[in-house]
């Protein structure tokens, strides 16, 4: 997995490549990034899936702040980003979200 972050010089936005591989994702029919940024919209905002079988997306977020995010695979199996710029705890026991900070 990985993030790939473009500073935009015109404005305080940074566009960021979200990227699941395929071996993370074998087999699977959809990849969701869900987070801070749509609200944990769960069906928001769908991964476009590639011909070598890895899921991505760019999206623009607001410099000067982090965001906390995952991914959800099918629909059931949420993944954290292991090349994260951070992780924070949830409510829940032993569950940390990513952390992406542009």
Same mark, same amino acid.
């Given at each position: 997995?990985?993030?790939?972050?473009?500073?935009? &010089? +015109?404005?305080?936005?940074?566009?960021?490549?979200?990227?699941?591989?395929?071996?993370?994702? *074998?087999?699977?029919?959809? #990849?969701?990034?869900?987070?801070?940024?749509?609200?944990?919209?769960?069906?928001?905002?769908?991964?476009?899936?590639? &011909? +070598?079988?890895?899921?991505?997306?760019?999206?623009?977020?607001?410099?000067?702040?982090?965001? *906390?995010?995952?991914?959800? #695979?099918?629909?059931?199996?949420?993944?954290n980003e292991p090349n994260?710029?951070?992780?924070?705890?949830?409510?829940?026991?032993?569950?940390?979200?990513?952390?992406?900070?542009?």
């Amino acid at each position: 997995m990985s993030l790939t972050k473009r500073y935009l &010089k +015109s404005k305080p936005m940074c566009k960021v490549t979200f990227k699941v591989p395929k071996m993370v994702a *074998e087999g699977a029919q959809s #990849v969701h990034l869900v987070g801070e940024f749509n609200d944990w919209d769960e069906n928001h905002t769908a991964m476009n899936r590639r &011909k +070598s079988g890895d899921f991505d997306i760019t999206i623009d977020l607001e410099t000067g702040r982090a965001y *906390e995010f995952r991914y959800l #695979v099918d629909g059931e199996v949420w993944q954290n980003e292991p090349n994260a710029d951070g992780y924070v705890a949830t409510h829940i026991p032993e569950v940390q979200n990513s952390v992406v900070a542009v």
